[in-house]
């Protein structure tokens, strides 16, 4: 999608009582009377874009289309609570279709301990699409927000970035266990998951906290699977470019004060390695910072295509 | 869809906390810890089953996307908090059709009130895809539900059947306001919304209170619209046929004690008329209640092969 429908979509709908925090997070935050807060999010996968039929198994594609939800609300710190589940599925072999999409779904549903909690299945002319939403319910820390970095705070991530394609984007974990339990345990200012590119959703953090983000390349955790894309495709981007670019890695990027990212760091207490990878700055905008302390513009990449509403 | 991928996926979908009601009525009623109980329903319309793009405006099918949402929750007597909307769009045009369908889909939002949470945007290779979640709250009366008419209750019904083909599938306005009048003032026993057909939808709601429906066929209100179909197709059904059949009329079938009903009829509180169209009985199924008082079985109905999962 054009991003100037995005633009026109956020003025043309209203800032609105039962949304506190708007529409500038992985999920949004609505407000129902007599039952407090829910967070909510929806992803919808479309055959040809977000997965092939034929590269990948049902399962699979069931399987993220839940992930990908999860993950936003890892993005909030929020607890699964329900999944709606919405397919449009070709004619033929369709219920042959639906069950091996629920063969992935459900285990993974079972896993975070959400109900599925309705949706809508049904048959047309046209590929496949998987529509999901999901709920989550707020910890007694409130949500975690983009919005909330500051000048001076570490840039913490979890995990390692880059050549998700190699498999990665079909098996990933959602990071909701890492997020709850990182959000009871420390103060965080700020956290985002990466689905479209690790420069490109850090870039989103810090706009949203108006400040900038400066990284340290070389510290940036680079996933084997970025080295072998490299090796597979040796005039394609190295494998610090896949990091940064990639997307579907679905790790956390969180901020932190120095204080209580040292903390972190030197506690790990996650089962997955948690990486300072540099510090936000006041200067707006992404930057990379040289061995002698300068900053240099680094230009934020991924699948800025997608275009995605949120 | 399949009606054995339903029955198989009922039977995978395990009872959950989190689903006190279960997964029979037209929304599921989800219990968030701190938050209470939230009421959530999905539609997902297609393109050449749900609407022809070539035949109606764009406006018009993303109010209905949303509008059949609201239906549900109207069904429920769940009062509208928020709407998720995820588009897959054609990559021709996507922009000026995804603007068109928001021209309909944010009065109707606007009108009830409900706040657009988020969604996802996407275009692809395929026809045009619209999935609508819808968040309702519930009032200090509770879910309306589907599973509690008893014998000798009345049947009551909104508005009148019929010929929806010609506009009011398009145009309806879900029945959330009567709704909640109704639901409020009196003792309603079960509801349902008629997406499907009279006759149809009017027996799952007696199955699911494990009881039978007597239907009056000269009481039923046909819509004049339902007239004008059975004039331009002579040999088709007849006018009583398309009210009992057509579905997508989006109007309420409820169910209370005859006295009750009674009070509901004299007093008319509704800005449409309401109408006893018979009475819920002992004996299982649907049956059709003689001058005489004897009852003959009646086949429910309507849009079965859409297999929609709910």
């Known amino acids: 999608m054009e991003s100037d429908f995005i633009a026109w979509l956020r003025r043309c709908v209203p800032a609105h009582p039962r949304l506190p925090l708007g529409l500038r997070d992985d999920a949004a935050v609505v407000s129902a009377t007599g039952c407090g807060d829910i967070v909510v999010t929806s992803d919808l996968l479309t055959e040809g874009v977000d997965f092939r ?16 939800n999860l993950s936003d609300l890892a993005a909030m710190a929020a607890r699964p609570v329900a999944l709606l589940v919405s397919l449009a599925l070709p004619r033929t072999g369709a219920a042959t279709l639906a069950r ?45 927000r983009r919005d909330g970095a500051q000048p001076g705070d570490s840039i913490l991530v979890t995990g390692s970035f880059g050549g998700s394609l190699l498999g990665k984007h079909l098996t990933f974990t959602p990071r909701v266990r890492e997020a709850l339990a990182l959000h009871a345990r420390y103060e965080l200012h700020a956290g985002i998951d990466v689905s479209d590119g690790l420069s490109l959703d850090l870039s989103r953090l810090a706009a949203e906290s108006q400040c900038g ?21 040796p005039a394609g981007p190295s494998p610090l470019e896949h990091a940064l ?22 506690q790990q207490p996650l089962d997955i390695p948690i990486t300072c990878i540099g510090r936000f700055v006041p200067q707006r905008g992404l930057w990379q910072e040289n061995p002698d302390g300068t900053l240099a513009e680094l230009t934020p990449r991924g699948w800025q295509h997608r275009g995605r509403e949120k």
Chains 1, 2 share one sequence.
């Open 53 to 68: 039929l034929h590269d990948c198994q049902a399962a699979a594609i069931g399987r993220k289309a839940v992930a990908v």
């Open 213 to 233: 983000a400066a990284v340290k390349l070389a510290a940036i955790p680079v996933d084997p699977a970025a080295f072998e894309l490299t090796r597979q495709q």
């Open 245 to 266: 670019a990639d997307g579907e890695d679905f790790e956390l990027i969180l901020a932190a004060a120095p204080g209580e990212a040292q903390r972190i760091l030197q």
């Open 100 to 144: 091996a999409l629920y063969d992935g779904i459900l285990p993974l549903a079972a896993e975070f301990e959400a109900a599925i909690a309705g949706g809508d299945t049904n048959t047309w002319d046209g590929g496949l699409v998987i529509s999901v939403t999901a709920l989550g319910e707020l910890t007694a820390r409130g949500p975690l």
